[in-house]
């Protein structure tokens, strides 16, 4: 070569696109170069890009953050006899598995009983689907939805709930009352209660209207009264009468109480008539914590 045009090296980067080899790109076939090499595609289709978003933020599996898990858990209530639609699909939306003890996170969804500390539980999801459709159904409630229109989609009007607990229960219940009203006489659970609801609040809009009290449960919350459902989810020897006093005509309620023949706890409903009188009747035998007066 002669001394006027120096010998030129190789190019080595950067390199035109139509001169680098790859792997064929999954899906399709590989594009040759003009010396039959196969072409890199520097970028995935947008396709493949979308439906790798999608993996990402559609559950997968049984996780327990996967809306499948909570919609097995559904359908098991929905195969023992619960029937509300506005039930069920409360039950579809509150995530138990928040409510629980990260090291019981596993069980969440099964149908049992977990402890929340303080020697208190989370009672079993069978329980508290049935205790509230009891709720569901009382026997005011046609005259309700007569007076208020849009009722039917919050039969539980005026809600009043003695135990707190976690509140997952109150989490339920806040999709099916125009209020709810919870009381727990555990300071520290009332407090962990507060902050789990307040996270939940967060990533469900719309909350309803729920209200935490941290008082003696056996006096129920007068200011409130009177209400037009009551649940507790601690039981004692006899219901206590200020829940009876508080109780709307047309209003029901539910709790556990102590069977005098047996000693095991039986559901007692009370529903209390348009002329004011107490009508009683009971369901099935299950167990609750003991139902204590005072705080701590």
Request: with cysteine; net charge positive; hydrophobic share 40%.
């Amino acid at each position: 070569m002669s001394e006027g045009h120096p010998e030129r090296k190789p190019r080595r980067f950067p390199l035109q696109l139509d001169r680098v080899s790859a792997a064929p790109v999954a899906g399709g076939a590989a594009r040759l170069s003009r010396d039959g090499r196969e072409v890199l595609r520097p970028q995935a289709p947008l396709q493949h890009a979308a439906q790798e978003r999608l993996r990402h933020t559609t559950p997968q599996g049984v996780g327990l953050d996967s809306l499948r898990v909570r919609a097995r858990m559904v359908e098991r209530l929905a195969a023992e006899g619960i029937s509300h639609p506005g039930l069920l699909h409360a039950f579809g939306q509150v995530p138990r598995h928040q409510f629980v003890d990260s090291a019981l996170v596993n069980q969440a969804y099964e149908d049992t009983s977990l402890p929340i500390g303080l020697g208190q539980t989370i009672s079993k999801p069978s329980v508290v689907a049935a205790m509230i459709q009891m709720l569901c159904a009382r026997p005011g409630l046609p005259v309700f939805h007569a007076a208020r229109p849009g009722s039917e989609a919050r039969p539980l009007g005026a809600c009043l709930e003695i135990g707190t607990g976690c509140g997952y229960q109150a989490a339920l219940l806040a999709h099916l009352a125009r209020q709810v009203v919870s009381i727990e006489r555990l300071r520290d659970l009332h407090l962990k209660a507060r902050a789990q609801l307040d996270q939940l609040r967060q990533s469900l809009p719309g909350w309803p209207d729920v209200r935490l009290v941290y008082g003696d449960g056996m006096v129920g919350h007068a200011p409130q009264a009177p209400y037009d459902t009551i649940i507790a989810a601690a039981g004692g020897a006899a219901l206590p009468q200020a829940w009876l006093d508080q109780l709307a005509p047309g209003g029901r309620l539910v709790a556990p109480v102590e069977d005098a023949r047996g000693g095991q706890q039986v559901l007692s409903i009370v529903d209390r008539l348009p002329d004011g009188s107490l009508q009683h009747s009971r369901a099935g035998a299950v167990l609750f914590v003991p139902l204590k007066s005072g705080t701590t």
